[in-house]
């Protein structure tokens, strides 16, 4: 069976981010490790990094029409040095001067290891590639989950009694792409030819989408990029298996004209959005859902952001887990929340007796100023409590991460490294700095990373078990992705510590409404339950049973608090101090 993972037409026939891509592919079905599209603009002369037996690779891939010259060998060692990297490895599409080879034997000469693949040797490393999916090779780093695999027979059975459509509803964390990915494989050993289109609302979850997919693939199933940034021609989608677009690009290609080839199936991620003009179009072009291409949606909130349901392409859930369903029964590592009180003002609750706030306003009188030193210290001590530690502190501010990670490394108990995108005034890490972050935090020689404005979503660090919030963020929707990197299960981790400083109220309501859901009513028939998951609230260390009582009857309405707007006065103080509520410290 042919490999396709390379092909002359990824080779001629597509632009150089799918070149790149194909090798970043390539690589993964070669048993490398820590694999990522490092290829930016300022990327300091890497495209694809990765590692392998204990080595750093360094890929720069070149799609030019000439053959590539020395002057690429030296951006390439440049490039190794700043990665930190072992093995360079430069790719050209259309192959190498003489003068390149030379280097080579004279870098080799000198113990510097570079490689040279050109197009022939591109598709030798194809054949060496096994068609067999990375899932099947390595099943126990893929292997399905109890209700990924129910997820996926039902799933199949409504495809086979005929019904349109199917809706996955998991929580972050409980992979509604690898339940998307594994019906398709399931999906062509009845129909081989089958193609599918997976469609997304943002060129980001296109990039996402595609690369989680991979690993279910055999090597002689193509893949291929449909967004704002790359628009392959009709004859390049047609030789594709699976296509990832933004919804955005079809429809105004559908708009202008274009023609749109047959599709089996259709994935819709983060199906919530459904209902804007842009899906409609496309959805009616394909009749995906209503007589034409089987329809597959999947989010986390089986609702749209209007309120309303999605009755008109769905009709039920085949799978519904939620995040404390998830948590309970096991399908996420346990957690245990620990938000700290001690910023908490107590003297200005009496002081302000009946007065009606919006939650600007509470937090600017009722909180504490920043609190650093005691953030590290705790931190520091919840090292010790983890096997094999690994930490994200999500930070407000670019200077707030810096010196956070200053801090950490002052005390010296693991190593720490800021790491954010781009701030509001324009300032943007260097991407070389950017990705040997992330390198060094996969392969556990940086063991934090303090976050600004990264890490949210995308990046898929299961061994992360400590979560530290400084970050004070007003979406239920990023909350929920940040406490998400910690919660992937993965092999001798069975907790999530999280660390709670926020000083909004918003927050303490969040924390209290997820107390209330995991003290709730349990099935005591269900086969997986897990009682390790708490919210625990603390002051000085200690736990403050008292604090978080006051906090509870103040608070009132938990999910009216926490999903209020900034300017929202939607909050009393209590007329008059609450017996037992905590006194002045």
Known sequence: MSQRIVSDLLLSGTGWQAFERMVMRLVLARDFEHVRLAGTSGDGGADVIATRAGK?????????????????????????????????????????????????????????KLQLWD????????????????????SAKYDLRSYQAEAVDRIMGEFVRGSRSALVVLATGLGKTFVAAEFYRRFTLTRPEAKA????????????????????????????IWNGHERPDLDALKDLDVVFACVDSVASGLDSGRELQHFDLVVVDECHHLGTLAYNTVLAELSAGDGG????????????????ALGQWFDHPVVNIDLVRGLREGYLANVDYRMYTDNINWDALQDLQGKRFSPKGINRKLFIEEWDD?????????????????????????????????????LAFTRAQAIYSRSVSGRAMNPVARNKALWDFAEGQTGVLCAVDMLNEGVDVPDVNIVVFQRVTHSRRIFVQQLGRGLRLAPGKDRVIVLDFVSDIRRFAAGLDLQ??????RDQTAARIRLGNKVTFLHANEEDKVGAQFLREWLGDLKAVEEAGEDVHILRYPPEYVPGAPKRR
């Open 516 to 521: 209330n859901s995991l003290d709730g009513p």
């Open 197 to 224: 289109l997976v469609l997304a609302h943002r060129n980001e979850l296109v990039y996402q989408l595609e690369r989680s997919f991979w690993p279910m693939l055999r090597a002689s199933q193509s893949t291929g």
């Open 293 to 308: 291409a089987f329809l597959v949606g999947m989010t986390a909130t089986p609702w749209r952001p209007d309120g309303s």
């Open 119 to 138: 197009s022939r040797k591109l598709f030798k490393q194809a054949e060496l590639a096994e068609d067999e999916s990375l899932a099947q090779r390595m």
């Open 374 to 410: 005691a953030v590290v210290e705790r931190l520091a001590e919840v090292w010790q409590e983890q096997r094999n530690p690994r930490g994200i502190v999500f930070c407000g501010t670019i200077d707030h991460a810096e010196k956070m990670a200053s801090r950490i490394n002052a």
């Open 56 to 112: 750093r690779w360094l890929f720069q891939v070149k799609r030019w029409r000439r053959a590539v010259g020395p002057e690429v060998v030296a951006e390439t060692l440049a490039a190794c040095q700043r990665y930190e990297a072992d093995i360079p490895v430069i790719v050209s599409r259309n192959g190498f001067e003489h003068a390149v080879l030379q280097q080579q034997r004279q870098l080799i000469a000198q113990g510097i």
